[in-house]
């Protein structure tokens, strides 16, 4: 995100980012909490939890490995 920033930001968007990462951080985590607090999402999430952590790591591993060899 820092990439998108112009090279000196002006006062009120120094002062804005703070609170509007803020504000998108706590409001999908309030999202997430509010669906996992019923029964029928938890007990989806419960039982793909395993399946989502492997893919999820295959692929980040997978990306680990194409920027170690594109380091080279």
């Known amino acids: 995100?820092?990439?998108?920033?112009?090279?000196?930001?002006?006062?009120?968007l120094t002062l804005a980012l703070p609170v509007g990462v803020f504000t998108?951080?706590?409001s999908w985590y309030l999202v997430v909490a509010f669906a996992l607090s019923a029964s029928k999402p938890r007990d989806a999430y419960v039982r793909t939890k395993f399946a989502i952590d492997r893919t999820v790591g295959?692929?980040?591993g997978a990306l680990g490995i194409k920027l170690f060899l594109s380091s080279k």
């Open 24 to 26: 998108l951080e706590a």
């Open 58 to 60: 295959v692929i980040l």
């Open 1 to 12: 995100m820092s990439d998108m920033l112009p090279p000196s930001p002006s006062l009120p």
